[in-house]
């Protein structure tokens, strides 16, 4: 079953097509979902409520179009629906992280594609709020647009903006000094 | 230069690190569709709730308005479903730990861990356990401190599969809790008590048998110590005999430190005579999770197995929640009274004999002025667990 019949037997309420889409991309949504939630459960939680969503809303869903680009947004606001939830109670992300922080002594300059920086680069990921690491993720793991994000976080657009200018200078900042 | 990324060479360095933090967080190829086809095309087979007790037994009141609570909870959220972690998850109280392990296929999350002056809550998920048309498989969680002294548990309570009473679905294979343990076992307490705890949890499984196919049914399991069984309690005795075994590599320790709730109000200890027996209250105890008694007495006949019948009297000015797992019988219009939802079996501490209540009513924002009064003392036969011999009341206590 190619994914145009596959979808074709989801719209019609086809268990079969529904299987065959829930395979093909249950991995990327759980890669959108964990890099918004810390917890792997929330995002497995995240992205099964975002397959429900979409079996809900089949209908409406146009035949021609392409599937992820529509689900991948169920999954990034059911995983937003989440992170802002829990975001009330969650250990705090934005501090210096604990553990294994980059040496100050090296200058990032030197090589950002060597091991150790990707390493740092993933700490300070870590470390961003929620809300930066979301619209990180879909500006730059999906390349989804300021206004794609924007109506996918249900925010304006001057918001996904500055969280991301917001994110990206502690990234630079981590990435020269190991703080922010 | 500002912001990272500025380059497309940067920009693919953050993609890399973004796929590996989430390859990280998410290490495994995960089949989400066995959970979603149960959820979407197959009936919903009778999901089951369950609350063990451990030395500890319900008393009826205090099961039936647990009940009616469960009725009432519309929250779609695990811990706010359960009724032990529900207004303490609403005050954002619960420290999140997600602790996660697997083995032999089963993965243990421990998801959220509470400490104040009366309890020790820990609240777990399960996932991948072998489904068994015979049996459920339970967690049995056991507590210790650092330096091996146990912890008992006193209560927990738990969901399997779906539950249209609370609105809550697990997935195949999938079960999710929350125990109650006493840090009254630990030396000082409750008067000296750490900023936070380290303790170490040893998890295991156990084969429960299905119950008949009840929605929304409770399992009560009564420790033979705990006295006389109350009108209103479910005793059922686990066989694991007739169940599947666990697998031998289905056992996990995590090791987490959980802060100490500060907030806590004791009162204690002070006499009160009544027909000539003279009965203490040792400690009262307010903390978040609810307000804890412990009261002495020398029993007048001390063959027989002694409780009590009591009584928590708040002012009716304290706001009470309409969840508050306790039940609200409007004394006039001047008091509210609550009912304990758990007693201990009998202590003998020398001659006496000391007896635990605890009232979960951490839905009163503050410990105001409240009476406790004990009603009666009840001596119960050993031999014919009924009740021989009453002493009338009441021990009045006003609580500051």
Known sequence: MDEREAIERWRRGDPEGMAALVRWYQGRALRIAALILPDPMQAEDAVQAAFIRAWMKRKSFHPDAPFWPWFRRLVANEAWRLARREGREAPAESGPVEEGGPDPASDPADGWAQRETLERLVQALEALSPMQRAVLTLRYYEAMSEAEIAETLGCAIGTVKWHLYQARERLRAWLKTGEE | ?400
């Open chain 2, 1 to 400: 230069m500002s912001g990272f990324p500025c380059t497309p060479e940067e920009e693919q360095q953050l993609q890399e690190a973004l796929d590996r933090l989430a390859r990280m967080r998410i290490p495994e190829e995960r089949d989400l569709w066995p959970a979603l086809q149960a959820q979407l095309f197959t009936p919903h087979r009778r999901g089951w709730r369950w609350v063990v007790q451990r030395n500890w037994a319900w008393m009826a009141a205090g099961l039936l308005l647990a009940l009616a609570l469960i009725g009432m909870t519309v929250a779609p959220r695990l811990w706010e479903a359960f009724f032990l972690t529900q207004p303490l998850e609403r005050d954002r109280k619960l420290r999140i730990l997600s602790l996660t392990q697997t083995r032999g296929g089963v993965t243990v999350t421990i998801e959220r861990a509470y400490a104040d002056a009366n309890r020790i809550l820990i609240s777990y998920r399960v996932r991948g356990l072998p489904e068994s048309p015979a049996a459920h498989w339970i967690p049995v969680l056991t507590l210790e401190d650092t330096s091996g002294r146990p912890i008992p548990s006193l209560i927990g309570e738990g969901l399997v599969g779906a539950s249209e009473v609370l609105g809550l679905s697990l997935p195949p294979g999938g079960l999710a809790g929350v125990v109650g343990f006493d840090p009254w076992a630990l030396p000082g307490w409750p008067i000296h008590r750490p900023e936070s705890l380290s303790l170490r949890l040893h998890v295991v499984f156990q084969a429960i048998p299905y119950p008949a196919p009840t929605p929304g049914i409770r399992w009560t399991q009564i420790h033979p110590e705990s006295g006389p069984v109350r009108e209103g309690s479910v005793p059922v005795t686990p066989h694991p005999a007739e169940g599947p075994t666990p697998a031998a590599g289905w056992r996990f320790t995590f090791d987490l430190t959980v802060p100490v709730e500060p907030e806590a109000a004791g009162y204690g200890p002070r006499t009160e005579v009544a027909h000539g027996l003279e009965l203490t209250l040792e400690q009262w105890v307010w903390a978040p999770s609810g307000a804890r008694a412990r009261v002495c007495f020398i029993p007048p006949d001390p063959q027989l197995s002694w409780t009590m019948h009591e009584e928590l009297m708040l002012e009716a000015q304290d706001e009470v929640s309409p969840s508050a797992p306790s039940s609200e019988i409007a004394g006039g219009e001047a008091l509210t009274i609550t009912t304990p939802i758990l007693q201990s079996p009998p202590r003998q501490q020398g001659e006496q004999v000391c007896l635990d209540r605890f009232f979960a009513a951490p839905q009163l924002k503050r410990a105001r002025p409240v009476v406790f009064q004990v009603l009666e003392l009840v001596g119960w036969s050993p031999a014919t667990l009924k009740p021989v011999r009453r002493w009338q009341g009441p021990w009045v206590f006003q609580i500051p």
